[in-house]
């Protein structure tokens, strides 16, 4: 009787893990980690949106491949800015890659911030939403910083 509640059991718990993504789980780097969140009710500034330049572009890639499961397999869609009154550019764009089972996923989308200096642009992700909730929480902030989340696949 053990043997098979525990296979039940597994079964029920496999069932509700999400399926293996394309990228791993993102935590922000220090400095970065301790900035204390904001307090609920605190909305986003909308930004104005600009054109991102190669530097940017460039430092964007790097960003989201270093959290790629595959980074050889990533390809991305077209990226998005928007810059707020701070001066903070906020990203948004698509990206796919392989999972652990080198299966390709679909086009996911992220959202991150471009840090650094004009000639050194650093890019950290805030998220990238692959699950159904993860997707819409995604989507949800880059319309809220007035940056589209749009593109087609462009190899990265």
């Not at 009710?41 to 930004?47: I, L, Y």
């Not at 989201?64 to 077209?78: C, I, L, N």
């Not at 009154?85 to 698509?94: D, W």
């Not at 992220?110 to 650094?116: K, S, W």
């Amino acid at each position: 009787m053990r043997g098979h509640l525990l296979v039940v059991v597994c079964a029920t718990l496999s069932a509700c893990m999400p399926s293996d993504t394309a990228h791993f789980a993102v935590h922000l780097p220090e400095p970065y980690s301790s900035v204390p969140l904001p307090s609920s009710g605190v909305s986003f500034e909308v930004g104005t949106p600009i054109r991102l330049d190669a530097r940017q572009q460039e430092a964007v890639v790097a960003g989201v491949t270093k959290w790629m499961k595959d980074p050889a397999s990533v390809a991305f869609g077209e990226m998005t800015g928007a810059r707020n009154s701070h001066g903070l550019v906020t990203v948004c764009g698509q990206v796919m890659g392989r999972n652990s089972a080198g299966t390709y996923v679909g086009m996911s989308p992220f959202i991150g911030a471009l840090m650094g200096t004009p000639a050194k642009p650093d890019f950290v992700v805030v998220e990238i939403g692959s699950a159904a909730r993860a997707r819409a929480d995604v989507e949800s902030l880059c319309r809220g910083n007035g940056v589209p989340n749009n593109g087609g696949p462009r190899r990265g």
